[in-house]
């Protein structure tokens, strides 16, 4: 077969240099996915490659491996003492509130700060609230076939065992953090021909589709310069040598790098994620609670365990009601589809000043929410118009 007449040309990645090596997000390239890492791996087809046993079903949509069965762990209740304090954040000074509304209107380019220099407060009412936070660290294995050039490395298909997907050993990285990483399963890999190149190490270049000439860039193809003088660069031709395959029509195989062989492997890609279920206790008071997210508070209850329980027992209803379906809800959904290894639920109390104040003889409302002391108001009496149309 003609080298030259090979139409196909893949990009080329970078693979991991030993057998069971753990691969870097340093050898990876891009297009990269939302964990830093590269989309998947160049080997050939799924139906040229070998039969697992333990990982079958590979090419199908989902190559997500569900743990074992887990044993039953009985989730720690939380110590009902640590939910028996009442905790109570007095209202804020009418100095931090001017101060806070202050820094506020100085903040947007079209307010003036002369209503938040010139109020007269009516009342500050406290609405404190709850968020209650659960986080699930969660451990999904997956499965794919790579490769990397043949270049006489150990080949170790049918030299052992090949240990099951949860049987391999992968260190935890920092819990409650998202976090990615590949190793290559042992007794898997296998030396086979080059899909790209058919084996022949060397694809056709695209640029000049394998012919070695390109259009001259100085005539565009004409072979004539300034209409009446032959092209100098062309020679009057019209064609010059390809600048990419350098006249040959044909490039060094990128897959391959132009060995003709690849060298395929198994790989484990191994996602951490943290999940998080949140909810916040609306207390009525007017004031838009998804804003919460952007605000921390004082947190007064805390449990962290390889399960949890859910929260009873606690003051506000809501919280032990957002508890439990949070609690359920986590461990129907992921304890038959990766491992839990870690959850922490948090109850934070947010607080919330309702400030009610007078300026040039009427009436506005502004919150300050969070221990940041931001400021929340959707009538403040002084901005220009092109404010007020936004």
Known sequence: MDKVNLLSDQPETAKE??????????NAEAPRDAYGES???????????????????????NN???PPYPALVQPEMPSPNSTERHWEIPSISEDLAKEALLEYASSKCCYSTKPAKELVFSELQVHNTY??????????????????PYNGQFVDAYGGVVPGPWELAVPVPALFKKNKTSVRV???????GCHSCLALGRSACQKCITSGRMQCWVCNG?????????????????????????????????????????????????????????????KKSGFPVDRVSQVTGETV??????????????PDNAINHASYNAVTEHQARFLSTCRILQ?????????????HYTWKGKTHIFFVYGAEHKVHTDDYPAKCCCCSLI
């Open 17 to 26: 240099p030993f057998p069971g090596q753990h691969l870097g997000a340093e």
């Open 39 to 61: 989309d998947g791996a160049s080997a050939p087809p799924v139906d040229l490659m070998d039969t697992v046993p333990g990982y079958e079903g590979m090419g199908t949509e």
């Open 64 to 66: 997500d491996l569900p």
């Open 131 to 148: 968020r209650y936070r659960l986080e699930t660290f969660t451990e999904s294995r997956s499965k794919e076939w790579d490769s990397e």
């Open 186 to 192: 042992p007794h898997t890999s296998s030396v086979k």
């Open 222 to 282: 004409s072979g004539m310069h300034l209409s009446d003088r032959r092209c100098h660069h062309c020679n009057g031709i019209g064609r010059v040598k390809c600048t990419s395959c350098g006249g040959v029509g044909s490039q060094t195989c990128s897959t391959c790098r132009g060995k003709g062989q690849l060298l395929c492997y198994l790989k484990l890609v191994v996602k951490w994620t943290n999940n998080v279920n949140e909810c916040v206790v609306d």
């Open 301 to 314: 209850f805390s449990d962290t365990n390889p399960l949890v329980y859910p929260i009873t027992g606690f």
């Open 343 to 355: 959850q922490r639920q948090t109850i934070e109390l947010i607080p919330i000043t309702r400030v």
